[in-house]
């Protein structure tokens, strides 16, 4: 599965994150973060739901959460206020706030840079709907 959202590409099958053809150094925490907003996007996620879905049985510190979610914005080149796509709930959690669409498995290829075959090259992003 391929998320695309702006000039990136999450790929589940390569556990990758991609801007435009270059992939992007992401650990492995901040991957799973951002998976999991994407995937409950639009939906607000709580902090401790978040917490469960990607360091359990594990229990982590609010800092170490807040590091993570760090790492990803950077990554996402994502350092303006208001974030253009993960967004911080005061008191409560995150939400993926950009537009995406998601691309099913067929999108995959290797490609001689080794980054991804895109079938929409017009730049443009389609809101997630929920199945």
Known sequence: MIHAFGEYRLCTLRRALFRDDQEVQLRRKAYECLRYLIEQS???VP???????????????????????????????????????VRTLTGFGYRFVALESTQGRSQVDSTPSGGL???????????????
């Open 42 to 44: 639009p939906r607000a």
């Open 47 to 85: 902090k401790d739901e978040l917490c469960e879905a990607v360091w359990s049985p594990r229990v982590i510190s609010d800092e170490t959460l807040a590091s993570t979610i760090k790492d990803v914005r950077l990554a996402l080149d994502d350092r303006s206020q208001p974030h253009r796509y």
């Open 117 to 131: 075959a895109r079938s929409d090259r017009s730049g443009g992003a389609l809101e997630h709907a929920d199945a």
